[in-house]
């Protein structure tokens, strides 16, 4: 079928003009050569697709099932080069990004809109996990990139920071004030006297916690664990406890007064939050604007 393809393209010519003197013009090569490609090509497939009259020539009925194949063949073939020329005058493509809800609504969200109104022809997929899931999905290469709290260790992954998030404990005046009348004592430990709540344990940032809490052997009694930090943070403004949050993502609470922030033994290290996508795969075109666009802004 390789050899015949050039066939099958000046066969499909002949039978569109109908005439192998236009054919010869359009394809810009000579009758003779016509000619004898279409006697090979019948040859080959053993039927007559042509007859041949002064006023040109005609497809007999194999001739016209062979060229409903042929055009539908050679128009599918036109339509790939147009949707390719197209990708590359537009910039169309594609990125698959993996994000929690938090850090989507926080910071993935201000910087698509830069970069979609830059390129607005790329699409975007995001896929709402955890930042383990997250790094799953991006070893089994169902993501193409991921933005992520940076773990400890990163493993065939290249990684780049966009932003730094602190860790806090807050909650509303009132909660406060009525924890310290029902403990009767102005140095009560909150940890162990306060509604604690905190993400679930298979979340990243509540394993950072716990990290902390050991670090600094601070003990909690009542802890409610919550798998979205937006709840958590409606949860502490309703007054049910004291959350741990992402301070960042309460600043205009703690600027309102709808939330003070509690005191803790020590301050809790800064982290990073960036971009990560595996070391050993060859970025896509769009993902590779996606990443020098973050880049050159940082």
């Known amino acids: 079928m390789e050899q015949n393809l050039s066939l099958y393209k000046i066969f499909n010519c002949v039978a569109e003009v109908g005439n192998i003197s ?59 080069e147009e949707t390719i020329r197209k990708v590359n005058e537009l910039g169309i ?5 993996g994000v ?12 698509l809109k830069e ?10 997929t995001i896929d709402c996990q ?19 709290a940076k773990p400890e260790q990163l493993r065939n992954i290249t990684f780049f920071p966009i932003a730094e998030i ?21 140095h009560f430990d909150v940890f162990k006297s306060a509604n604690l709540m905190l993400l679930d344990e298979e979340n990243i940032t509540r394993m950072y916690i716990d990290n902390y809490f050991r670090t600094y052997q601070v003990e909690t009694n009542k802890i409610l664990e ?11 403004k309703i007054g049910l406890g004291v959350g741990c949050v992402i301070k960042d993502f309460v600043r205009d609470e703690l600027k309102s ?15 990073q939050v960036g971009f990560a996508y595996a070391t050993n795969a060859e970025p896509s075109e769009s993902l590779q604007k996606f990443i020098d666009f973050y880049q050159q802004k940082d």
């Open 22 to 80: 236009r054919a010869a013009k359009e394809l810009y090569i000579s009758q003779p050569a016509i000619s004898k490609a279409i006697s090979k090509l019948e040859q080959n497939l053993e039927v007559t697709l042509f007859t041949r009259n002064s006023r040109g020539v005609h497809l007999t009925s194999e001739g016209k099932m062979l060229y409903e194949h042929t055009k539908s063949a050679f128009e599918t073939l036109q339509l790939g």
């Open 93 to 97: 493509g594609h990125i698959r990004i």
């Open 100 to 111: 929690s809800s938090t850090l989507c609504k926080y910071l993935l969200i201000p910087y």
């Open 115 to 124: 970069f979609i109104a830059k390129y607005p022809h790329i699409k975007v």
């Open 130 to 148: 955890s930042t383990f899931q997250t790094m799953e999905l991006l070893g089994n290469r169902k993501i193409d990139i991921g933005l992520i």
């Open 166 to 186: 602190e860790d806090g404990f807050v909650a509303t005046k009132t909660y406060m004030d009525n924890l310290k009348l029902r403990e009767a004592d102005d």
């Open 226 to 236: 919550v798998n979205n930090m937006d709840l958590l943070i409606e949860f502490a």
């Open 257 to 271: 007064g709808a939330l003070i922030e509690v005191p803790f033994v020590a301050p809790i290290s800064k982290r």
